[in-house]
T-cell receptor, first 116, second 113 residues
């Protein structure tokens, strides 16, 4: 079945560091990918919609200059948390659905980001 | 505004019991209703999904009941096992694939041996 791979699974770094997270669709093409943030014991909060070849669409309240999204190919989207601070510590998850509208979305295994 | 409301927040059942998780939505344009299972430290995994043209769908021990007129749908887990202990999320979207999913708030299920 369709698989979405997310890397790295865990990052621990110092405040001020920029962190890049990759999301790959392994066996299908995805024009659109989604990036979510999840706080402990809470639901997934959509941050942005990543569109291949064009600018990402950010949800209200999400800083586009803080969370840079690049979707350079049909199988890869990246989320870069720039100048990360402790409040950016969270679980970040991507998802992708095949371009066919009859196929479901699948999620990556998430990235646990911890900023010291 | 919460597009999809989910209850209960947590649920504890004995092994073999049938936990039921309920969701309700407002947007009648929603066309696809998946359920996801999430274990700690992992991303959500698609469990089962339904479209509004059917009232019930069963896959293994998991069943979705769908009530279009009431704008409600629920997940039933038959013969629940300790390995089913996880957080379950209902969701809704306009279509599958490249469309945004609106998630419920999640239900933490614990199945006691």
């Amino acid at each position: 079945g369709a698989v979405v791979s997310q890397h790295p699974s865990r990052v621990i770094c110092k405040s001020g560091t920029s962190v890049k997270i990759e999301c790959r669709s392994l066996d299908f093409q995805a024009t659109t990918m989604f990036w979510y943030r999840q706080f402990p014991k809470q639901s997934l909060m959509l941050m942005a919609t990543s569109n291949e070849g064009s600018k990402a669409t950010y949800e209200q309240g999400v800083e586009k200059d803080k969370f840079l999204i690049n979707h350079a190919s049909l199988t890869l989207s990246t989320l870069t948390v720039t100048s990360a601070h402790p409040e950016d510590s969270s679980f970040y998850i991507c998802s992708a659905g095949p371009d066919s509208t009859n196929q479901p979305q699948h999620f990556g295994d998430g990235t646990r980001l911890s900023i010291l | 505004q919460q597009q999809v409301k989910q209850s209960p927040q947590s649920l504890i059942v004995q092994k073999g019991g049938i936990p039921i998780i309920n969701c309700a939505y407002e947007n009648t344009a929603f066309d696809y209703f998946p359920w996801y299972q999430q274990f700690p430290g992992k991303g959500p995994a698609l469990l089962i999904a339904i479209r509004p043209d059917v009232s019930e769908k069963k896959e293994g021990r998991f069943t979705i009941s769908f009530n279009k007129s009431a704008k409600q749908f629920s997940l039933h887990i038959m013969d629940s096992q300790p390995g089913d202990s996880a957080t379950y999320f209902c969701a809704a979207s306009l279509q599958t694939g490249a469309n945004n999913l609106f998630f419920g708030t999640g239900t933490r299920l614990t199945v006691i041996p």
